[in-house]
């Protein structure tokens, strides 16, 4: 299988599967001197990790990182730096019953029809586990952006189970580590609560929409055509396991406002730097980051198992039915906001370096 890699300068190849001994990440391009140890990078797994909540599945995994290569003395060397976590609590005894099965909406029959071979045993690679891989990489990416540019802030959140949606005007930053969902808005969080649970009670489960944002991130990132910064963010958030959709800034509601609307009208701040009306555009123009907030939102599909009967056939084409054991989260859209903060700051910190690279302090004045 190949195709495992991503980004341009700082490269991310992540590797194993959830049944396996271990999965991680090998990171090559992070720039020499970054402090950083396990302890830094298991913080942002933390956040990642299962078994947290009744909302999450209860697969009880400690999701410690080991760093193998690329430190010295608590800095990177500017070599791979290796990252481990070992699987302690398989139960591979949970999918005896699928191996000759296709579970409808997930990737074992695409899998089958690809190689010809599949690993049933939570999914093997196809399996959300891998995100932590890309957490503990964009641990790293995340230390690096403080050295380099450490007025970025980057933040994810939902804004929608379901049907439900949060209310904006009761938008509270610091309510989203109050509660199981990460979404900023407390009265949500209690109506979500009913809703979650009574979908995992009867074994189903339900989609969700994450937005994540960067703040601080300089004018000047991207370029234009096919190197543009909201194809790499799309790109990165849309290979995130169960991710159908992404959509930067206005996104889909762009196509309901007239060019008045839209228009981010730009002004001189007090600073002598330009500010804009509103963000309709997301923090970039043009394939190039303006300065302003960068948003991305994704939608993530439902858990496809379920403990519903679902109908299916077998690699021999028979018709048979199929229920989904084992521990699966009735809402995955909740541990997917770790994992696209951290493809955030991935593309975030692989622009920079890009442009640090390519052009340097040679960019345009205003003023």
Request: proline share 5%.
């Amino acid at each position: 299988m190949s195709l495992n890699t991503f980004g341009h300068l700082f490269r991310v190849t992540t590797w194993g599967e959830s049944h396996g001994p271990a999965l991680g990440a090998t990171v090559d391009g992070c720039p020499p001197g970054v402090p950083v140890d396990a302890a830094l990078l298991q913080h942002w797994l933390d956040r990642r990790k299962p078994g947290q909540s009744k909302y999450t599945t209860q697969r009880r995994e400690a999701d410690e990182v080991e760093i193998l290569s690329g430190t010295f003395e608590g800095r990177t060397t500017g070599t791979p730096v290796q990252l481990t976590i070992r699987n302690t609590d398989q139960r591979s005894k949970d999918y005896s019953e699928i191996a000759e099965k296709f579970r409808p909406g997930h990737a074992d029959i695409t899998y089958w029809q690809k190689y010809g071979i599949r690993d049933y045993r939570g999914g093997g690679r196809s399996s959300a586990r891998e995100t932590a891989a890309r957490v503990a990489a964009g641990g790293l990416a995340r230390a690096a952006l403080k050295a380099l540019a450490p007025q970025v802030t980057i933040r994810g959140y939902m804004v929608q189970m379901g049907p439900h949606r949060i209310d904006r005007d009761r938008f509270d930053i610091d309510e989203i580590e109050r509660n199981p969902f990460w979404v900023p808005d407390a009265v949500a969080a209690g109506d979500w609560a009913d809703y979650l649970d009574g979908l995992r009670k009867s074994g189903n489960s339900v989609g969700a929409v994450v937005e994540v944002v960067a703040s601080g991130v300089p004018a000047g990132l991207g370029a234009p055509i096919y190197g543009k910064l909201d194809t790499d963010l799309a790109a990165a958030m849309m290979s995130i396991n169960a991710v159908k959709g992404v959509e930067i800034g206005e996104g889909m509601g762009a196509a309901e406002l007239t060019g008045e609307e839209n228009a981010d009208e730009i002004f001189m701040g007090n600073d002598g730097q330009p500010v804009y009306s509103s963000n309709h555009a997301g923090g970039i123009l043009g394939g190039i980051s303006t300065g302003q907030d960068l948003v991305v939102r994704f939608a993530v599909k439902p858990t496809s198992s379920i403990l519903k009967t679902r109908q299916t056939i077998t690699k021999s084409g028979e018709a048979a039915e199929i229920i989904t054991k084992g521990r699966h989260d009735p809402c995955v859209g909740i541990r997917a906001v770790p994992v696209g903060e951290a493809m955030m700051a991935c593309v975030v910190l692989d622009h920079l370096l890009l442009h640090r690279g390519q052009i340097g302090d040679a960019g345009g004045r205003i003023g």
